[in-house]
């Protein structure tokens, strides 16, 4: 059986002939024989013409570094795996990325086909083990696949078992199955998220556990979170000598850590630089206080929550850095409570305060927002680019306390105390700069005998509705304020309420003010009016800068119209889950592909 002759000339080489007697089935086997050996020799053609592409001039080095860029941001998208996709491209890049364990060390745990054969291909490499209940609705197959992953506790660099209270009984079982040691063990989050946060003591969810038979040697560990997790601070934590990130929330009073076992942690944790303990620092008098301090010399970030007695004992009982970033909320059911808390504040702050901000986010305490004057800002712009989880820092660091009492049914002499606490017990006599963002009222002598104290405060900003009192304090005898040159006043404070017993703002109030302190020569030099000012005349403006240099209006003449608008920008269409078989990794997304 031979091809004819127009078969030869069109395929430009010679075809295979046969004799007589071969079947067909025979000659159909070495014809494809023939096919795969030209296939083979035109994928070699096309590999040879895909290396003369500008990427693949490429070092290996680089490509990787894209592959991982591409491979990170996939990453952020639930865990897709479509960056796998890039291993279909070319032989080349298959190669390349199939022997390179880095790229096979994220393990997903909602499939296990993958998870097996990245187990293969990462080789000897760390691995990191993601495991987030609260992202599957169906988290049986999810905590079947993770229970054996977790034998390979010393590989995992990275480890992060969490999810919500409806899953606390997986979560926990996955827990019990962590073993003693962890050689490798860098990063460790364990949580039972509480989305609702303001659970009762009483009825709130019981917490997990990670028992002290699990994971007790972690020296490696340099980054551990908890929350609702209970910790075991004689066993997990007493030799962290490594450890630069310690967090743990939202622990029940029971699993409280002693006295003892968490100053004896604590001191061996020279090492680290964040530190943010809510609700879970010890209780108060349970052990004799010792007069030894800790030092924690390179701490940049504390954030603390608790009791105001739990608080300073904790800050009477370490050595801060000077340019420490502090946070810290004290919940007090007293206000000898919160002055112990402030005193020790005070003690722990060695620089003074320049910049004071008062709030009032809820009607039974103040937050105080204060900057450093000593932090100069390329300082704090470098802390702000290596710490950006703690937000933009415009100029100075800042020290950052609340104070409140848990009741809503407190009258108005706790919260003077509270105020007048914070001002005596805070370093805020280099303070230069004031805004008061207040909800309840402050008697006048009460602003006169703290802000009006206020040896270097040149600029006052009043946003909220009690400005009647600062203008009454303004003109106390004998007088305060003694340098304040600058005032500024929204709207609001202009507005009538009848709901609270305080008399709004005036006109003539406010100008009856400016006169007395200019006859004291006392006079505020700079005046700013901002918002709606419906009675604000160009003769009442003028009357205004006769008893002060420079009076801005930054007035809306009619109230801001309200635009009720429809969106209509269309749903982004989304990605399918990537599912792919590890075993068959083929096909080719571009015309120039040799796979």
């Known amino acids: 059986m031979s091809p004819t002759i127009g078969d030869q000339e069109h395929a430009g080489f010679t075809i295979p002939e046969f004799k007589d007697d071969v079947t067909s089935q025979e000659a159909i086997s070495l014809l494809e024989a023939e096919v795969r050996k030209h296939e083979n020799h035109i994928a070699a053609l096309k590999t040879r013409m895909n290396s003369f592409a500008p990427i693949s001039r490429l070092p290996a080095e680089l490509i990787c570094k894209i592959f991982e860029v591409v491979r990170q941001s996939y990453a952020l998208r639930e865990g897709s795996l479509r960056w796998i996709e ?115 003591q009483s009825a709130r969810p019981r917490e997990i556990i990670l028992h002290t038979r699990s994971l007790r040697s972690m020296k490696r560990l340099r980054s551990l979170k908890a929350t609702s997790c209970r910790i075991d601070w004689e066993t997990h934590l007493a030799n962290m000598p490594m450890l630069t990130r310690l967090t743990i929330n939202n622990i029940i009073t029971s699993s409280a850590p002693t006295t003892t076992a968490f100053w004896n942690a604590l001191k061996n944790m020279g090492a680290l630089q964040h530190l943010q303990l809510s609700k879970s620092l010890p209780i108060a008098g349970d052990a004799p206080y010792s007069n030894n301090k800790v030092h924690l010399p390179n701490l940049k970030y504390l954030n603390l929550r608790g009791e105001p007695d739990q608080i300073a004992r904790f800050l009477d009982g370490v050595v801060l850095p000077a340019d420490v970033l502090l946070d810290i909320m004290c919940e007090g059911t007293d206000t000898r409570s919160s002055v112990n808390a402030l005193r020790a504040l005070s003690a722990t702050i060695k620089s003074e305060i320049g910049s004071l901000t008062a709030r009032q986010p809820v009607i039974n305490g103040y937050q105080i927002e204060a900057d450093y004057t000593h932090q100069r800002p390329r300082q704090a712009e470098q802390f702000a680019r290596n710490y950006p989880e703690y937000g933009s820092l415009e100029s100075d660091l800042r020290v950052l306390v609340t104070v409140q009492h848990p009741g809503l049914d407190i009258g108005p002499v706790p919260l003077d105390d509270l105020w007048t606490s914070l001002f005596h017990e805070l ?117 205004l800068r006769e008893v002060v240099d420079e009076v801005e209006s930054i007035l809306n003449t009619f109230p801001e119209p309200y635009d009720d608008f429809e969106d209509d920008y269309e749903d982004e269409d989304e990605y399918d889950s990537y599912e792919s078989d590890p075993y068959h990794d083929g096909g080719s997304m571009y015309s120039y592909s040799d796979s």
């Open 427 to 543: 370093p805020f006599s280099k303070v230069s700069n004031t805004t008061l963002y207040l909800e309840a009222a402050l008697p006048p002598v009460i602003l006169a005998t703290t802000l009006g104290t206020l040896p270097k405060l040149e600029s006052l900003v009043i946003e909220d509705r009690f400005a009647t009192n600062i203008v009454k304090a303004l003109q106390q005898d004998p007088p305060v304020f003694p340098v304040l040159s600058r005032l500024k006043l929204s709207s609001a404070s202009f507005r009538s309420i009848d709901s609270w017993d305080v008399p709004s703002c005036t006109y003539d109030v406010l100008l009856e003010c400016l006169t007395t302190r200019r006859k004291r020569e006392l006079s505020i030099r700079h005046l700013t009016l901002s918002g709606y000012f419906p009675d604000m005349t160009d003769e009442k403006t003028a009357t």
């Open 86 to 200: 890039l291993s279909h491209v070319c032989h080349a890049w298959r190669n390349l990325m199939v022997h390179s364990p880095s790229f096979w060390t994220v393990l997903p745990m909602d499939s296990p086909l993958w998870t097996k054969e990245m187990i293969l291909r990462s080789k000897d490499a760390s691995l990191t083990v993601l495991i987030d209940l609260a992202s599957f609705s169906n988290v049986a197959p999810v905590v079947s696949t993770a229970i054996p992953t977790l034998r390979l506790m010393p590989r995992i660099q990275e480890l992060k078992i969490t999810g919500a209270f409806r899953c606390a009984d997986d979560l926990q079982r996955l827990l019990d199955s962590l073993p003693e040691s962890a050689p490798a063990l860098e990063t460790l989050s364990l949580g039972c998220e509480n989305y609702l946060t303001d659970w009762p």
